[in-house]
């Protein structure tokens, strides 16, 4: 069973930086190096909002309006790590962020997630 | 962008009995379309994906119909588990990926 681990969360102060990590393991039948990911992020008591997305030898990025210029999507396939590199947070950013796996076989599916891990952008 | 309206926002409903969600785009995502369920304190699960195929897991008792731009959820009858938060989320036409806003299915 696929298993994503968020980490790096925490409080940061508006204008500050974070980098999350995602952890992967439990693949069967496929590999980490063949999975596109994606970073979802949930605001408090709010609904679900895609982030960004990179591709299996993150050759493809992409990334939501709202955080383009200030995050940048990355993965390390040999470490099995999905990154998340945030910058000039902003109180809008806070957020419970999910690390996804993409379905082998439907483009833009989003499969398995992540637990999550929560971002506070406070003074 | 294609946005994702879902109603109602919140649908009371007594265990036993049947609850329908809908879910409107606003334009065609074909059957590009899939339904999770968040149970608080959780992350999303994968309910249904194109439209109308359960995931691996998912008891028969949800089911998801529609194409084009309308769609809806099914929970035949419901569980003390199926009360959440369903999302509807278009994956035809992007990025960027997007979500309805939610319904959250209560006990009445």
């Known amino acids: 069973e696929v298993q994503l681990v968020e980490s790096g969360g925490g409080l940061v102060q508006p204008g500050g930086s974070l980098r999350l990590s995602c952890a992967a393991s439990?693949?069967?039948?496929?590999?980490?190096?063949?999975?596109?990911m994606h970073w979802v992020r949930q605001g408090p008591g709010e609904g679900l909002a895609w982030v960004a997305h990179?591709?299996?030898?993150?050759?493809?990025?992409t990334y939501a309006d709202s955080v383009k210029g200030r995050f940048t999507i990355s993965r390390d396939n040999a470490k099995n790590t999905l990154y998340l590199q945030m910058h000039s947070l902003r109180a809008e950013d806070t957020a419970v962020y999910y690390c996804?796996?993409?379905?082998?076989?439907?483009?833009?599916?989003?499969?398995?997630w992540g637990q999550g891990t929560l971002v506070t952008v406070s003074s | 962008e294609i946005v994702m309206t879902q109603s109602p926002a919140t649908l009371s409903v007594s265990p036993g009995e049947r609850a329908t969600l809908s879910c409107r785009a606003s334009?065609?995502?074909?059957?590009?379309l899939a339904w999770f369920q968040q149970i608080p304190g959780q992350a999303p699960r994968l309910l249904i994906y194109?439209?109308?195929t359960r995931a691996t897991g998912i008891p028969a008792r949800f089911s998801g119909s529609g194409s084009g731009t309308e769609f809806t959820l099914t929970i035949s009858s419901l569980q003390s588990e199926d009360f959440a938060v369903y999302y509807c989320?278009?994956?035809?036409?992007?990025?960027?990926?997007?979500f309805g806003g939610g319904t959250k299915v209560e006990i009445k």
């Open positions: 996804v796996r993409e379905s082998h076989f439907w483009s833009g599916l989003l499969e398995n």
């Open positions: 439990g693949f069967t039948g496929f590999t980490f190096s063949s999975s596109w």
């Open positions: 990179i591709n299996n030898d993150g050759s493809r990025i």
């Open positions: 334009q065609s995502v074909t059957s590009n």
């Open positions: 194109g439209a109308s």
């Open positions: 989320q278009q994956y035809n036409n992007w990025p960027p990926l997007t």
